[in-house]
């Protein structure tokens, strides 16, 4: 059986907005399937001892460009919402919660969701963001509301950030093809090429 692709992701990544553009079509020309994985980079951080990449001199001034950039290149929008970097515990349990429930669902909520941080600047680190977003898809706002409290979720999150460190997972997006990880939305092309050969 071919696995799908796991797509690990934290919902503040820029990075991971713009692959999220395309990685359900570029899985789709090969027959597979994307699996999305939110995590949460700042527990990752702690355990690589990195800092998020805006923040950092020099190397933040070019990313901004090259997102911007990026994005054009997409044709989508790409703004740095004010509150950045920003918490996305909030989404990414309703993310789990939903697909618990709905898996086309919760990827309809997952793309509104960075539409909201990177396409229109909000601030998705709030729940009542979240749940505005998620009613906006048709999900039960008190639903939603109690999901997010609820510890059977919060413990659903905090095991999907465990096996994301398992995997080897260390910044956001990267992408495991058949055990093989290729990290950030440049190497898309190499997931593309590897899909297409076979692998090398």
């Not at 696995?3 to 789709?28: E, G, K, R, T």
């Not at 609820?150 to 992408?175: M, N, T, W, Y």
């Amino acid at each position: 059986m071919v696995q799908p692709i796991a797509f690990y992701f934290d919902f503040s990544s820029p990075y991971a907005y713009l692959s999220a553009q395309v990685v359900d079509d570029l899985a789709a020309r090969h027959g597979r399937e994307a699996s999305w994985k939110p995590f949460l980079l700042g527990v990752l951080f702690k355990v690589t001892g990195q800092q998020p990449l805006l923040d950092m001199p020099v190397k933040g001034d070019y990313a901004r460009h090259d997102l911007a950039r990026s994005a054009r290149a997409l044709g989508v929008p790409f703004v740095v919402p004010d509150a950045f970097p920003f918490h996305s515990v909030a989404a990414a349990r309703a993310f789990y919660w939903l697909e618990d429930r709905d898996a086309a669902a919760a990827r309809a909520l997952g793309k509104a969701l960075f539409d909201a941080a990177f396409g229109q600047g909000r601030d998705i680190s709030r729940a009542e963001t979240v749940i505005e977003i998620a009613a906006g898809q048709g999900v039960d706002r008190a639903e939603l509301a109690a999901a997010l409290r609820d510890q059977a979720v919060k413990d659903r999150l905090r095991r999907e950030v465990d096996a994301a460190l398992e995997a080897g997972v260390f910044g956001s997006p990267i992408l495991i093809v058949d055990g093989e990880r290729f990290w950030g939305h440049d190497h898309l092309p190499d997931v593309e090429r590897w899909l297409e050969t076979g692998g090398w």
